[in-house]
Structure formats: C-alpha cells, structure tokens
C-alpha cells in the first residue's frame, strides 16, 4: 500500500448524510486520484487532482466532491446527491498524471449505506 | 469505453503452473501498466512496459506487448498460492487539458486468478 493512507477502513452512511473519506500521502506525489470500484469490476475515475489547489473531474463525479488544500491530502466527499454509494474507494498518488505514470494506491474504504 | 479488456475474467490453476492473462486495448498507447489486487485491499504495481518494449520480465513475471494488435500478456510461471488475486491492466487514454496532453490511467476489469494448492 506504498506511502498512502485511506481512513476510515469501513464507512456507513445515513440517507440523506455526507461523508467524507480520508486520503493521505508522504510520497511527495504531485497527483493524486479517487477511483471507485464495484463488485467484480475494473476502478473508474472519480476526480483527480495534478497540484494543489487544482482539480478535475473524472468520468463519474456526479455525486462526489473534493479538495486539495495541501499536497498530502486529497478528500473526497461522498454527497447525499449520490444515490448508490455503496462501493469500494481507492485514493492513488503518483508523480504526474502525464504520460501515464505508475500509481500507488491506498488500501481503500469500503462504503456501506445503512 | 473501457480502453483495456482482460481475457479471460477467471482463471483457475494448481500450484506450481504458469498463468497467463491477456489484455487488449483500443488507441495507441506510450506505456502499458499491470496491477495486482488481493480481495479487499488496494492495487499494487506490478510491472510497466513501455509502447517501444516488446518483452519485460520481473521475477517470476513475463510481460509481453504487441503494439501491431493493440494487445499484452501477462505470465506468471511456478504459481503459489500467495498469487491468487484479481489482475488489471491499465494503459493512459490521451486526453486534452487546456490545451496540454495527459494521460489519465484507464483499467479494465481484470482476471481473478485463483492458484489452488
């Protein structure tokens, strides 16, 4: 899980309720990414992030929301606009987002609507 | 659209074969990335093979690239039970930002490789 941490492990939300998930890095990393992952699928593309202050969406952000105030953070807000949460979260980090570059990925937040 | 597409979705081996995976995608590409994912935990890199590459290998990992049929293979010879995880293979969409080029990673929706003792 390289130099990235996601808090909390398991997260529950109310209807109607926003969350939000943590996602640190200490990697130095410019880039940072929010993929989502269901049952027996690949990660979409939430938001990602290529510097401080900056951030772009990603193929499915309706729904979610996030910030980059400091380059080691990157939290993403699950909002109650977001009507099937239910899912695995995985922030990643990686030197820039151009090209392609390898990522490294959080051990991830499982999200579960009560 | 997803750009890759593993082949096939499971793959159900003893210890001791080799595995292989393959991994087809759609536009050109300047590099080509595997990842492992072991149940419920985040992805780990496994191994990168750029588009001028043919072949990589990372211990008991193989990787092969062909760019004419937009296609890559991953081998895993002596399997243990330890590699029993899902596999993704993810490759840079180009797209345009302000008028400078990036490559968001796309993955596709992996292999679930079960190596039963």
């Known amino acids: 899980d390289g130099g990235i941490t996601q808090s909390p492990k398991y997260l529950f939300r109310k209807e109607g309720q926003n969350v939000t998930l943590s996602c640190e890095q200490n990697?130095?990393?410019?880039?940072m990414y929010w993929y989502r992952q269901d049952p027996g699928q690949g990660l979409r593309l939430i938001y990602y992030?290529?510097?401080?202050?900056?951030?772009q969406k990603g193929d499915i952000a309706e729904g979610y929301s996030v910030s980059r105030e400091k380059k080691e953070s990157f939290p993403l807000t699950v909002t109650s606009a977001q009507k099937n949460p239910t899912a695995f979260y995985l922030c990643?980090?990686?030197?820039?987002?151009?090209?392609?570059?390898?990522?490294?990925f959080g051990p991830g937040t499982r999200l579960l609507v009560l | 659209s997803q750009q890759g597409e593993e082949d096939p979705q499971a793959l159900s081996i003893q210890e001791g074969e080799n595995a292989t995976m393959n991994c087809s995608y759609k536009?050109?590409?300047?590099?080509l990335q595997w990842y492992r994912q072991n149940s419920g935990r985040g992805l780990v890199h496994l191994i990168l093979?750029?588009?001028?590459?043919r072949e990589k290998h990372s211990g008991r990992l193989r990787v092969t690239l062909d760019t004419s049929k937009k296609s890559s293979s991953l081998l895993i010879t002596a399997s243990r039970t330890a590699d029993t995880a899902s596999y993704f293979c993810?490759?840079?969409?180009?797209?345009?930002?302000?008028?400078?080029?990036?490559?968001?990673?796309?993955f596709g929706q992996g292999t679930i490789l079960t190596v039963h003792p």
């Open positions: 990643a980090s990686s030197n820039w987002v151009r090209v392609g570059e390898t990522q490294y």
């Open positions: 992030s290529q510097i401080v202050n900056d951030f």
């Open positions: 990697l130095n990393h410019d880039a």
């Open positions: 993810a490759t840079p969409l180009p797209f345009n930002a302000g008028g400078t080029s990036y490559g968001k990673l796309t």
């Open positions: 093979i750029r588009s001028n590459e």
């Open positions: 536009t050109s590409i300047n590099n």
